[in-house]
């Protein structure tokens, strides 16, 4: 549920995804791994996991065909997954089904947006483009932009 209201709130998700700390077998101490959940061990986790990339990357769940080679549709319940066509949606609809309730019932909480916001694109490392990128302590008054607020300062 925390999924669907911090998506719905317009987080940014890129950096959201579950991770598991694992303890190794064997009696060796203080080395940790940080994993992805796995299908079979952890399936919620997973799901959640697979949910928050495709959200994040525009991706279709299963193929993992992005927006630019396929034309998505996003899952109608949850507003988080995507999918290219219903042979996908159909092929993942086991797992996803584990979270997609609970996500659309933790983004019906927020009520000040009528719709989920679409995330932001990121390049294959993670980072958003740098043309998307602004200062968010910047104070701006109405009307002005980013440009006219450094020559205000300068002067």
Known sequence: MCLGVMAKAGANLHRAIPHVWEVPTGGITGLNNLVDPDEISMPVHHSLNQTV????????????????????????????????????????????????????QGSDLITFYDEMPKQMIVDTNGFLPFDDAYDNDLVLEDGQDEADYYDDVEE
């Open 53 to 104: 990339l495709s959200y994040t990357t525009r991706t279709c769940l299963s193929c993992i065909k992005n927006h630019l080679e396929a034309d998505l549709k996003v899952c109608t319940q949850c507003k988080m997954a995507y999918f290219c066509g219903s042979s996908c949606q159909k092929e993942k609809w086991s797992r996803h089904k584990l979270v997609c309730k609970k996500i659309r």
